[in-house]
């Protein structure tokens, strides 16, 4: 089997880290849309301005779904300043890459994770 | 396990078929370069004219209005261009959910003057002969509609259209390449017709167009003068006579059969909650199931198939090389939310009642894991974030 | 005792090609339908490109240079229209003996308004670099120029062309399926090339066209966006494989047994008195050998030795379906009453010197009883007679 | 070996029926050009107005040579009359028939007796 995904990818889509729905999560961030087939929400824990834990749930391809996992990875136990900045490409990078026209329609767990510190932020700000 | 599901996109050639090709390879391996040349040649000659008369056989046409070609693609563009350089101009009625090898070259003549209507179809796939009969014209010089969609699976009404057709003196071509040996064909209202063998468990690079025996089309690319001066170019013979034991293995009582075995497949998994088929309840091929399943993207169910051994195929945009859903699905009204997880899977006669039992049970074991990861549980939310994203 | 001889009309597939096939057609038979599809489909995918690999390398060229075509027809047809539905117009130069896939192209093109020069040969069959420098154009757009002639075998010095469509910046198209692993192309001189399967002990209906990276052309029929956009359809897997796999079997070594095979029959044959050689004494490809025999005509040839077992063929007018003989012998001057006389013998790596003897021990033995037959015994007569009736 | 020719004309090609040149022919008829690729040479023996010898030489395809082949074996014993209104479509008759394309191109024998005929009678009725 070589499918055009990368061996990491791989094993994300098939026993992805930290998914489903957080009880109580302190903000919610959302990115993607159904139209366009990739949705990602991302929960999040937050103590100390530190991500404690975080759990998704993705509807999408094998890229959406493996970009989602791996970013829950790299994003729990980081302060939100440090989770702020992580990028696609460093999601791809840990993912060991993905298929060029994957990059930007299904990579989008960061931009979700984004959100939800925005909104955390947002409601802790006020 | 591994279970193929993908017959709509090709199959297995059948070992009858490979058996008779074997020798066309490295025995007689003659081409007919010349009537009155060596024995290689005539027995080359022989093979090419005994399959030509196998298939107009089955078909019950003349055997000099079976022209080979090299694929349903090539067959499609000599029947729409064929027509077109042998008329010059006028306008050509065509339907939305045609094969890119129509509608590519549909596009391509509108760039030449040509006009062209692109039929609506209705939400299971089908094309009213009323809006036919409307959109005739006095220049309409031809009408393609394909027999049944590969995708959905939805059969046309051949005789309806082609007796409009003949009420007004308009040729009638019908791509019937996914149709072929699954659903009767009233070839006496057709006047070309697109015929492939890498459906029928024949080989690959091989398909030949019906053109009834008084009707003119022009070559759409040059050389010598085989298949009647419709088609130049040393002819693949192996692939013919491939082409033409392919034909002969057809049966009903596979379509019987595979009738059966699709039959039950939408039966359970319709029966799967948020789970809607796609094309249409009764005028369906025989061996063709879509249904779209809410809240999961159909790549990775793919995905998860493939890894069980399970070959499927899905409409969802995510699967294309262009991220462009399927316009099938888009021609018949489907929001793209929804398209996203379309499934189909394609049965053959080699198809058992085992590999059935297997595919279904991964089948919604996949859909269940998926939706369990899925944002989206309940219709309101998913299409309401659908159509606020729409807006 | 079978001897083949009519190599250049198409060859035996070679057992490791058909072994290579085999698989694809019942094991490994999908499509490259979808890059995010199923394993079945990937495999394909793989096949395809990991053949367009073989034969890029092969020719020291870029896979993606490489597109695959049904056909050597296909592939001139490709090459010549291609070009002129990118220009839109203009002058288009090729010669007099090209295969009937490039005449009746540019033919065809002359009714569109396109411009196009034959250039002559000499009574070798060999173009001038001269004649196609004085006959270049402001807006000449496409040279086409075999590398070698089927039928008289006679190679073009493809180098020389190759720096004059260079220097004045014209595209240069060589149809290279004749001399494909027999002859060297210098690749770095050519924009657009031919090769063809069927002529190297590969399968039938596969071929393709080299097509340099930088260059735009026009597909000639349209649909789904394979063969970067050059050529729609669905691949034909098992021919793809087959034909690179015959690529990798190409070797120098055949060439050199071949062209000592050549040497022998054109000595021994033109031994035979009022026997004369067609194409060029040495610039010739190494499996050819077409001469012309006086006092008898081709058919009666051909038909004697296939009864006894030795395919071979002729430019007779007799031979052929239309009564019209060689128009390659024709443009080399030869005189109609010789070219019925006309003998083609074509060899490949599997011809013995075993098939050899035998052959030329009958064609010897035929040509003797047939010039028994013939009311002609002396070159005068015979002549004088032919120059009456051409008044 | 199916060839395009019915067994009778393979025969013919194969063994022909009083081939070769005749040493005192009474006349000599020609039909054909080599530059169609087809020429017949009849020779005939002739007393009493019936041609009781004919020879032939043939340059030509399968069809030339079967039918003049099988001319010689229509024309020997016959009256000139009679010899006279032999036709194509007899001599390919008795041959099985001929394909299409070769009726009229190779089947020439007929024409070339009746030119000796003609010249027989040139000669005599002076
Ligand atoms: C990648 C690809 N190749 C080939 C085809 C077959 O194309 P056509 O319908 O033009 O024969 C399709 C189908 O649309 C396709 O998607
Ligand atoms: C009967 C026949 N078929 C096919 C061909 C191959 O044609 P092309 O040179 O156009 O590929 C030829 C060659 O001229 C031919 O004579």
New binding site residues.
Partial sequence: MKYPYSKRVIEHFRHPHHMGRMKNPDAVGVAGNPVCGDVMYIYIKVKDNRIIDLKWETMGCAAAIATTSMLADLAIGKTLDEAEKLTKKEVADALEGLPPIKMHCSNLAADALRDAIKKYREKHEN | MQVYLDNA?TTRTADEVIEAMLPFFNEKYGLPSSEFGHSMGIDASDALEQSRKTIANYLNVKPNEIVFTS???ES?NLAVLGVARAKGKGHIITTSI?????L?TCRHLETKGFEITYLPVDKHGLVSPDDLQSAIRDDTILVSVQHAN?EIGTVQDIKAIGEICGEHNILFHT?A?SSFGLEDLPMEHIDLATF?SHLIHGPKGIASLFVREDITIKPIFFGSNNEFGIRPGFENIPGIVGFAKAVTLLSKKYVEKMRKQRDHIINELTAIPHTYLNGHPEKRLCNNVNVSFSFIEGESVVLHLDMRGIATSTGSACS??NLKGSYVLEAVGQDPEVSHGSLRLTLSRYTTDREIEYALKHIKDVVSKLREMSPFKDEDTFRKMAKEEHK
């Fill in positions: 996109t694929g349903e693609t499609n045609e094969r890119l090898s129509i590519n590969p791509d390449s492939t294309s090389p």
